[in-house]
């Protein structure tokens, strides 16, 4: 099955400690996965940012929810268990446990009311089933798309000089080239046999890669990657780079598997999301810093 958003893990794990017992919460979050018989990927998914488990965090905060209200708490570092309060929940036998059913006790209603002036926790999550770190994720996301999509128009109508000024800096900024100005030397410099330019592989010179970069309306075929190998070949040179502002046919993708020659293709999506990484063409507006409790920090003796 899919995922569970956070509220509809809040009755699982309520139950779960209905025990009484001590449970820990890695534990928890084991017994909670085969509870909704998740799969193995299912399991290891992972946030947009990468920087924790989707399933442990709606875990981690259907807990928290739960222990604001009053129904679960925390007896020592990783450990919980279910309250007074939350057997009482339970005796009622309720069939969903959610943010709305959380609203009659007086503890989350205070927590929910935090900080008035900086807005409470309260936010599209009341109509959502998102966590707020996804919530949060999938607003960057969508003004990262917003951006790219910008950005693709902005590369589609530029002046080649731009465009080819914008590779280089890319390239640079990603670890090749070796210097600019080596760099800007050999980008739009060559423009025979199907080759744009050439770029240092490392600081070093250790190896060439030759590159084609255009303003491409329509996707490319397959043909016009049979022409960059054919030039590769010409140079007896191993590996290449093909740069475009549309698309790659699936023809032209299937064609660099076959062959020995290492060519690697950039889309405009993919260009677009390497200028966003690599600060080519943007400037940053706003930083937002997202922290947790240092455990360990609290744990000291």
């Known amino acids: 099955m899919a995922i569970p958003d956070f509220q509809t893990i809040m009755l699982p794990f309520l139950k779960l400690t209905g025990d009484g017992q001590e449970h820990r919460y890695l534990e928890a979050i084991a017994n909670l996965a085969d509870i909704f018989e998740l799969t193995a990927d299912e399991r290891k998914a992972r946030l947009p940012s990468d920087v924790d488990e989707v399933f442990n965090n709606r875990v981690g905060w259907a807990k928290t929810f739960l222990k604001k209200a009053g129904l679960v708490e925390a007896t020592r570092r990783g ?3 279910i309250t007074a309060r939350g057997r009482e929940v339970l005796k009622g036998n309720p069939k969903r446990i959610d943010m709305k059913f959380l609203e009659q006790f007086p503890d989350y209603r205070e927590w929910r009311a935090i900080k008035p ?4 926790i309260k936010t599209t999550l009341d109509s959502e089933v998102q966590t707020p770190e996804e919530a949060l994720e999938a607003a960057h996301q969508n003004l990262r798309e917003t951006l790219a999509n ?3 128009q902005q590369l589609k109508t ?4 731009l465009f080819e000024k914008i590779v280089v800096e890319l390239l ?5 080239g070796g210097s600019r100005k080596d760099a800007g030397q050999a980008i739009g410099k060559s423009g025979d046999e199907g080759i744009d330019g050439i770029i240092k592989e490392d600081k070093l010179g250790l190896d060439i890669i030759y ?3 255009k303003r491409w309306k329509d996707a490319v075929g397959r043909v016009e990657l049979q022409k960059f190998a054919g030039a590769l070949d010409g140079k007896h040179a191993n590996k290449g780079i093909f740069i475009t502002t549309s698309e790659f046919h699936d023809t032209a993708r299937e064609f660099v598997k076959t062959i020995s020659k290492k060519i690697v293709l950039i889309n405009g999506d993919d260009l677009t999301q390497f200028m966003i990484d ?3 063409g943007v400037t940053s507006v706003a930083t937002f810093e997202v922290k947790k409790i240092d455990s360990d920090y609290f744990a000291q003796e």
């Open 278 to 280: 690599n600060g080519i």
């Open 150 to 152: 910008d950005l693709l």
């Open 172 to 176: 640079v900024k990603m670890g090749y």
């Open 158 to 161: 530029s002046p080649p000089a």
């Open 211 to 213: 590159i084609q970069a």
């Open 79 to 81: 450990y919980c268990k």
């Open 117 to 120: 002036k900086a807005k409470p």
